[in-house]
């Protein structure tokens, strides 16, 4: 990539900056970002993650999606822990040779709409974009450290649930999947899903794919509001993620898969393809959605939260008991800590529990 080129993607990232905060003195353009850090009653929660062509997203994605998704996974590891975005800095990895589909776009146009994409999410929650790296490498890769604040001592984790406590979900379940899903089978002609999805059925699940929404002010408000024990956010799959909050309690849950939040065209898939809608909900991610756990007695303020998000909240499960579960590798104890429940009916745990990022999966 030419010297001309890296100046122009310069050029791009500062011009799309995010949100203008009083708390930075120094932005995009020096050797580091200078920011203010809030009074000592806060604590700084960090997080960051990294997305690489060919495993996380297509090359030829949508930029504008793409910079929107990279930027929301990490705002969802916020509102997982409660917590208030302030800062994220951006590192691309950008191939000489333009991805297959992107020939007339590359660098330039292709970062400009990726960088559109990614300022208007962090206008959108008052993220200021305060520094950025590129290199020139073989695979296109995006990685995201975002930064944020709450409450001394008070971010939500995934070690408090207690026994007794519902299990709830935000929004709904698999529809990411099933997008991925049906865009896959298109590219390799295998596996067709047995429907053809309605106009309005695929924009629908191609937002849940391409465009997901980090669920901060509701991570802010169960912690304001001290509602939550535990919680984390669904990337990997329900399953995969929960065992992790289980792992990090020590704890037993029973699922209650008749109350999963379906997303809406699943509901018509799942008369003729039950078995494919339960995997896509239970283990197929990308949802960003929370998951968290909540005494019984929270029932009714979590109603109001609800009605005052225009979020819905599902309890899918519960607690049953703390401790008293074999060995210590999460993704393997989850089988040993979870039972899956339709009515009466106890359902085996699938093979697969969710996204594996050191498999084929």
Excluded at 63 to 76: D, E, R, T
Aim: glycine share 10%; proline share 6%.
């Amino acid at each position: 990539m030419s010297c001309q080129e890296f100046s122009l993607i310069r050029h791009i990232m500062a011009e799309h900056a995010g949100a203008r905060r009083a708390d930075v003195d120094v932005g995009i353009g020096d050797d580091a970002a200078v920011l203010h850090c809030p009074d000592p009653g806060q604590d700084l929660i960090s997080s960051v993650d990294t997305l690489v062509a060919g495993r996380h997203f297509f090359a030829d994605a949508d930029p504008a999606g793409l910079g929107h998704k990279a930027l929301a996974v990490n705002l969802s590891d916020l509102a997982a822990m409660g917590a208030r975005p302030a800062w994220a800095l951006l590192s691309l990895s950008l191939p000489d040779k333009a991805p297959e589909g992107l020939n007339d776009c590359w660098p330039g146009c292709w970062l400009q709409a990726f960088m559109t994409g990614m300022d208007a999410l962090a206008q959108r929650h008052g993220v200021g974009i305060v520094g950025g790296d590129t290199v020139a490498c073989d695979t296109l890769q995006i990685s995201i450290t975002a930064l944020g604040w709450a409450a001394r001592g008070r971010a939500i984790r995934r070690s408090g649930a207690q026994p007794g406590d519902r299990i709830w979900v935000s929004g709904s379940l698999g529809g990411a999947a099933a997008a991925l899903r049906t865009i896959y089978a298109e590219r390799v002609q295998t596996e067709f899903l047995p429907i053809q999805w309605r106009a309005a059925e695929w924009h629908y699940l191609c937002q849940r794919l391409e465009r997901p929404e980090p669920r901060l002010a509701l991570g802010q408000a169960l912690l304001e509001e001290g509602l939550a024990h535990a919680m984390l956010d669904i990337s990997d799959g329900l399953l995969a993620d929960l065992g992790h909050l289980l792992a990090a309690s020590d704890a037993h849950a029973r699922l209650e898969l008749g109350d999963l939040p379906l997303a809406e065209p699943l509901r018509r898939l799942r008369p003729s393809a039950p078995d494919l809608v339960r995997e896509l909900a239970l283990a197929g991610g990308d949802d960003y959605e929370l998951c968290f756990t909540a005494p019984a007695s929270a029932d009714a303020e979590l109603a109001a939260l609800a009605a005052r998000l225009d979020l819905p909240l599902s309890c899918v499960g519960r607690i049953t008991n703390i401790g008293g579960a074999p060995g210590q590798n999460p993704l393997a104890d989850a089988r040993h800590r979870m039972e899956l429940w339709e009515g009466d009916v106890r359902l085996p745990m699938p093979e697969r529990l969710g996204y594996e990022h050191f498999t084929a999966s």
